[in-house]
């Protein structure tokens, strides 16, 4: 049967959750009527998720496994699900079943209307903690600010692409992949569908603050040169208001004639200077650091073997015979 839909999941460390998540999404998927492809991502677990979806694909002929050679992160798994997946849609979800696979027939539905993007959007955050959920709003406002991309709210991974969307995110080539910008960037006819997130159904979340933060930040400059920019109004700004401070103060000396106290502000003056001077740097470095990592070229992420895929046995099936000649 050709493949319509391939569904990906990236997994890291989610062996608890294997087994239910394919309880759950195979009746889905089956009852779709369409001819499908599960990809799992081992994305460097250190449990024995790789064992047990090979364990599960003896019996479930649909399922394709690809073993990276580390913990590349979720978005590198992403990208190879992405370049993976031979369906006409590409569906990406989470493995811990905190994305409910019942959202399927609905998704499938909207595709086949003509949306070629059709995104879950969560209903509210409730599953987060206060001090995340108040970080996360921070992030987009400063996204919505800075960057010339619309990220509509809420929406995470947890979509269906048609194969057009694919091939445009496949062809993008950035190693700094913040795949909620990229979605948007790409454009096409986009659709978001409400859904309840669910609570984790085992094992724990990857992403602790410290990475989020960091993941946030790297999101922000990958999507905009604001912050690379802004340093030359504000070195205008204050070029400007010294320019006025010292006609003020000739202005003053030849009224009142020469007073020379003014050292505490001359220094607050002068450790601002350097502050800001430090930051733009940092920043500049910041911008540097991506540069470099781009021109280094490096793939994405390096694949140890990959289970399940007929290329590969057409492939090891001509060694062996050429092996035997
Ligand atoms: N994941 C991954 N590589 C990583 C971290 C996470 O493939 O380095 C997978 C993980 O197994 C899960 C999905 O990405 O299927 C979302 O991760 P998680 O649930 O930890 O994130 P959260 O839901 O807390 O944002
Ligand atoms: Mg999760």
């Known amino acids: 049967m050709s493949v319509d839909l391939s569904i990906i999941v990236p997994l890291k460390n989610e062996e608890a ?13 089956r009852s779709l009527g369409l001819g499908f492809e599960v990809l799992l991502i081992n ?4 449990d024995r998720t790789l064992a047990r979806a090979l364990e599960m694909a003896q019996a479930i002929p649909e399922l394709k496994i690809i073993d990276l050679s580390r913990n590349f992160g979720k978005e590198a798994a992403l990208a190879c699900g992405f370049s993976h997946a031979r369906g006409a849609a590409v569906v990406s979800m989470d493995g811990d079943l905190q994305h409910p696979p019942e959202m399927l027939p609905e998704m499938v539905a909207r595709w086949r209307e003509g949306y070629e993007m059709v995104y879950a959007v969560r209903r509210s955050r409730e599953y987060q903690g206060l001090l995340d959920r108040a970080f996360t709003r921070a992030f987009y406002w400063l996204f919505e600010h800075l960057s010339a991309v619309k990220l509509p709210p809420e929406a995470g991974d947890f979509r269906l692409l048609d194969r057009k969307v694919v091939d445009a995110l496949n062809a993008l080539p950035e190693r700094n992949r913040f795949m ?3 979605y948007a960037w790409v454009g096409f006819r986009t659709l978001g569908i409400p859904f309840t997130v669910e609570h984790r159904s085992g094992g724990t979340s990857s992403f602790s603050p410290l990475k989020k933060l960091g993941f946030a930040f790297d999101a922000l400059t990958a999507f905009s040169n604001l912050p690379l920019r802004v340093w030359s109004v504000v070195g205008a700004g204050i070029s400007l208001a010294a320019f006025l401070y010292i006609v003020v103060r000739i202005i003053r000396v030849m009224v009142y004639g020469l007073d020379v106290p003014g050292y505490e502000s001359l220094l607050a003056v002068m450790l601002f200077l350097g502050g800001m001077q430090l930051l733009s740097l940092g920043i500049l470095g910041d911008y540097l650091a991506r540069v470099f990592e781009e021109a280094k070229g ?8 990959r289970f399940g895929f007929t290329e590969d046995k057409q492939k090891r099936a001509t060694r062996r015979v050429r092996k035997v000649a």
């Open 298 to 305: 490096r793939p994405l992420y390096v694949v140890r073997e």
């Open 43 to 46: 994305d460097g677990s250190t």
């Open 180 to 182: 909620k910008g990229m």
């Open 17 to 29: 959750n294997l087994s239910n998540l394919w309880a759950r999404l195979e009746p889905v998927v």
